[in-house]
Structure formats: C-alpha cells, structure tokens
C-alpha cells in the first residue's frame, strides 16, 4: 500500500485512539472470576487510566509524532500525565510500568523535573524493591482487580509481556542516565525470559513460565505474546545504536529471525495470525498480528531481515486494514489475556476495542510507510 493510501487510515485509528475514553472502574468491584478470566475487566478499557492497555496505547501515538519530527501531541501527553497524577497513581507493577516508557521518551520535550523524579524513582522501584523470581527475574506483578491500589503477586511467575512492559523502560533509562547497572539488569532480564519461555522445537515464544510449577503453564504459543518480542526485541536492539556486544547481537537477532520464520509459516490467508498460533480454529488476532507485522517491516529496516519477508509484511499490513472501521475502531482485538493451562482460555478472551490494538495497529501502518 502507499502512503497516499496508509495515511488516512494512520489518522482514523490515531483520533479514535485519542478519543476512546475510560472504562466504568467501580464495575471491577464486583467483577466475577469468569468474567475476568476473559478480560472483561473496566480498567482496561479507554484511554483515561494508568496501567499497560493505556501504556501501551500512548507509545503508538508517540510513534506517531516521531513519524512527524515534531511535538503535535504533547499536550495531550501533557494533560494524559497531569490526569492521572491528579487522580493518584495505582499501584506500582510490571503492568503499571508501561506508561513511564512514554514519559521517560518524553522527558527533553516536558522539561519537567517531577516528571523525571516519577521516571527516576520508577527505576529504582525496578531494580529494588519489585519482587524477583530465582535467578532474579522481574516477577510479573500485577494490578489487583477490582483495587488499583492492591497487587496480583503471580508469585515465581515471568511472563514474556514483561519485556515490553517493564524491560524497554528500564533500558531507555539505563541508556539515558548512562547507568550501565540498569542497561546491564535489562540485557539480563532478556536472557532470562529466552532461556524460561522460548521453545526451540518451534521458534516461538510461550506465554509464560513458573518456578513453583516448573514449567510453561499451558505451554499455549499466544500471539500477542509472540508480538511482544517481536516488535519489543528491535526496539531494545535499536536502543544501542550499533554498540551493543556483537556476539549479543548475534545471539539476540537470531533468536528474533528463528521465531519470524516461525510465524511465516503460520500466517493465514488473511494475512493476520490466530489468537494461539498454531490453533487454526482460534479467532485470527489483530493487536498481536500488528506488532508481529511491524516487527517485520522493522526488521527489514534494519538490514536483520532481507526482502523475501516483504511480501510476508504486505499481506499482514493488508490483513490490518481490512480490519480498521470506518470510524478508525481497530477489530477483532482481544481483551486483557491472563495466565492460561489451556488454548480454550485464549480462544475465549473477549474481543472489544482497546488502546493498544489502536497503538500496535498505528506502529504496523507506521512501519509500513515508505
């Protein structure tokens, strides 16, 4: 597609992002467990709250002015800050970490020094106190429902969304401080979670893995999951403009290109991927589909994959705007997805418009400019 055609729909899914909303919160006070278990959970949705949906949903629109060079949606970053720390921050977890990764990309332009104390004590907050699983990985931790201000501990669990969650913030500070203590606990935690969830039969990623159950849960190859490396493991290559260890590098972007080939394979005729993988009668998924897809079109960019994917990226790209509305609602995206034993558990997650399907729908389209 060109970009005479890509722009429009970028502009529709931008506005619809930037006008979704929040969700009714006090209707997680009484959320049940079955509904939870499919994502229906009110924090989630809209635009409004603090928390990883809303987190990620704000890196597409800063993808976005970046695309631009220029500051055009600062104040909405500005007013989206101010808000939330007016309300009350929630709880600190791996899921609350998301925005920072914003705000810490964001900190020249604000010039604000509460802004980069919150980002500078959220560092240490990773590095210290957040708790840890043997070999010290990031536990992933998480909002308690129903109690912004309470915590899931998922205790010994890591799960590979901690990555794109948490991971990525800490290396952008470690980076921008020059601590080389944060860059070097990030390169760790990336090891970590390859060692415990990336299945070398396949190329692909688990969900997650537990060190009390000692094993991958369901052993379930998720595709937003999958997506979160994808597109992530680039972000964090990127990040050390060309100084990173090369027998690292290697190591990394093999890993990366092991599971792209992965997934070509199991990319269906519509171009996106199925909720689970390599389950064809899942629902096909277009968050994770677009992060897969920009993933692509990035690694391509970067000289890590040649021109044979192209097609592979086209079909994707073409698969995602079948899927955007005429009001820019981006569909088929699903909810919030737990911990699960079972592929059922994936195939039955709810499927509603959430930010992150907009903001992992603009980076694809973003990528996908020529």
């Not at 500078?120 to 070999?135: G, Q, R, Y």
């Not at 096909?284 to 990226?313: F, P, Q, R, W």
């Not at 705007?321 to 034993?341: H, Q, R």
């Amino acid at each position: 597609m060109t970009n005479k055609e890509l722009l429009p729909k970028i502009h529709l899914v931008m506005d619809k992002l930037m006008n979704l909303g929040g969700g009714n919160y006090e209707n997680d006070r009484s959320v049940g467990k079955e509904d939870a278990s499919r994502g229906i959970i009110a924090r989630d949705f809209g635009i409004e709250e603090w928390d990883w949906p809303q987190g990620v949903g704000l890196y597409g629109l800063l993808k976005l002015q970046s695309f631009y060079g220029d500051d055009r949606y600062l104040d909405f970053f500005d007013r989206w800050f101010q808000n939330n720390l007016q309300k009350g921050l929630p709880s600190k977890n791996i899921n609350t970490t998301a925005p920072y990764l914003v705000l810490a990309q964001l900190l020249d332009a604000f010039q604000n020094p509460d802004y980069e104390k919150l980002c500078l004590d959220h560092a240490h907050w990773l590095m210290n106190e957040l708790p840890k699983t043997k070999e010290g990985g990031f536990q992933h931790v998480v909002t308690a429902i129903g109690n912004r201000d309470g915590v899931l501990l998922n205790e010994g669990e890591m799960w590979i969304d901690t990555l794109f969650m948490a991971v990525l913030f800490l290396n952008k500070m470690g980076h921008r401080f020059k601590n080389e203590e944060w860059i070097g606990e990030t390169l760790h935690q990336v090891l970590l979670h390859i060692k415990y969830l990336y299945d070398k039969h396949t190329g692909l990623f688990y969900h997650g893995w537990s060190f009390p159950l000692n094993s991958n849960f369901g052993g379930i190859f998720w595709c937003r999951g999958n997506s979160w490396f994808t597109y992530g493991i680039l972000e964090l290559i990127e990040s050390f403009d060309q100084t990173l260890d090369p027998g690292l590098l290697t190591y990394l972007t093999d890993t990366y290109k092991a599971q792209v080939n992965a997934l070509k394979d199991l990319q269906a005729p519509s171009g996106l991927w199925h909720t689970v993988l390599t389950d064809p009668d899942s629902y096909e998924e277009v968050s994770g589909s677009a992060a897969i897809a920009g993933g692509i079109l990035k690694g391509i960019k970067m000289g890590i994959l040649n021109e044979t994917y192209h097609d592979c990226a086209a079909r994707a790209v073409e698969g995602i705007c079948n899927n955007i509305a005429e009001d820019g609602t981006v569909l088929n995206v699903s909810a919030g997805t737990g911990m699960g034993y079972n592929a059922e558990h994936y195939k039955n997650i709810t499927i509603r418009p959430m930010a992150y399907g907009q903001s992992l729908t603009l980076i694809s389209l973003i990528e996908a400019l020529k």
